[in-house]
């Protein structure tokens, strides 16, 4: 019975581990594929940004500022960047609000701190920046870094 339950147990926890993996390669993209993102993002206009993420494994989702002030919602095919969706409004760009280049420095801060593939990032007006993805071992990680410094605050790993 022992050899029964161990091997039981293998085969679960090799296919929570497969399963987090397909989890991981639909969700989260790696840092060629954000850098691809975030330069057709530029081209839609973005100077500052509040809120990007994966979404449904196929879209990647962008919400942030053009230099005039106007705000921007965009939905982008995650394959070749093409706009799927776009909404704006008139706005003014926050100064928590992070830049192309701080965007750049956060990931760098993040991969540092073990992000291997990207998921989501998240600014707020208090200056938390909270960027999710996973590590080499595809397993769940947080990082937090400060907005001012863009300094890693925090690492938390979700088994």
Do not use: C
């Amino acid at each position: 019975m022992n050899k029964t339950v161990t091997l039981s147990l293998a085969a679960l926890t090799l296919s929570g581990t497969l399963a987090t993996t397909a989890m991981a390669d639909d969700e989260a993209v790696n840092r060629e594929e954000i850098d691809r993102l975030l330069a057709s993002t530029g081209e839609h206009g973005f100077t500052h940004y509040d809120e990007l993420g994966i979404d449904d494994g196929d879209r990647f989702e962008a919400e942030g500022w053009r230099d005039d002030g106007w705000r921007l919602d965009v939905d982008m095919d995650l394959s070749d960047g093409s706009l799927l969706g776009e909404q704006r409004r008139q706005s003014e760009i926050p100064t928590w609000s992070l830049s192309g280049d701080d965007i750049g420095k956060a990931l760098d801060a993040a991969q540092s701190a073990g992000l291997e593939l990207f998921s989501s990032l998240d600014v707020d007006r208090t200056g938390d920046i909270e960027i999710e993805g996973y590590d080499a071992q595809h397993q769940e990680l947080e990082v937090r870094l400060d907005r001012h410094t863009l300094d890693v605050t925090g690492v938390q790993h979700d088994d």
